[in-house]
């Protein structure tokens, strides 16, 4: 079965420390891998797909095939990225993991 | 972020009667999805469709329905079957299977 975790539901950093968001996949072939992003009250729209290796609002993120992993990661948070991160392997099904509540505080 | 929308935004329905949620995509896109959003359970995949007149379960079919007869639209049903249907639902689009989804803005269904 195609499963992918994301350990923390919550996590809480201060303003300018690093952020790592951890996520964990588990899938017989190699499926592409994403993370989307939901801010309050606004919709769920993606933040930065593996294939293209951009870097979106700083983010970044590894894939370690592994470990089976696509962590996500900024070296410096800031406010306006508390937000709702999900992970989402995508390959013959679709998958998102249960998500990371992030808060940044001030 | 008109590209997908959703009506209507909140939805209200008594115990035992079927409702249809809209969603309608101006993109051109092939693909179409439909999620439940519960609070700590991420997104739940219901149905999805590839292309037009064809569509398959997702992990949570059980008490919904879907239809695609047209590329732009793929509204879901919610069954009086489906014991809990009170939720956040979402659809999204993206232009072939396992591409960038887009969402749009979801509809809150309460079931009393």
């Known amino acids: 079965a195609q499963r992918v975790t994301q350990p923390e539901k919550l996590l809480s950093v201060f303003k300018g420390a690093p952020v790592e968001l951890k996520c964990n996949y588990s899938?017989?072939?190699?499926?592409?891998l994403f993370w989307y992003v939901q801010y309050s009250r606004q919709r769920l729209q993606l933040l930065l797909r593996h294939i293209s290796r951009e870097s979106i609002k700083g983010f970044t993120a590894d894939l370690n095939k592994g470990e089976t992993s696509f962590h996500l990661k900024k070296p410096f948070a800031q406010e306006e990225d508390s937000a709702m991160y999900y992970c989402?392997?995508?390959?013959?099904?679709?998958?998102f993991g249960k998500g990371t509540h992030l808060i940044i505080q001030p | 972020d008109g590209g997908i929308t959703q009506s209507p935004k909140y939805l209200f329905r008594k115990e035992g009667q079927n409702v249809t949620l809209s969603c309608e995509q101006n993109l051109n896109h092939d693909a179409m999805y439909w999620y439940r959003q519960d609070p700590g359970q991420g997104l739940r995949l219901i149905y999805y469709s590839q292309i037009v007149n064809d569509f398959q379960k997702g992990d949570i079919a059980e008490g919904y329905s879907v239809s695609r007869e047209k590329k732009e639209s793929f509204p879901l049903t919610v069954t009086s079957a489906q014991k809990n249907p009170t939720a956040f639902y979402l659809c999204?689009?993206?232009?072939?299977?396992?591409?960038?989804?887009?969402f749009g803005p979801g509809t809150r269904l309460t079931v009393l």
């Open positions: 899938y017989s072939g190699s499926p592409e």
């Open positions: 999204a689009s993206s232009r072939r299977m396992g591409d960038t989804q887009y």
């Open positions: 989402a392997p995508a390959a013959d099904g679709l998958t």
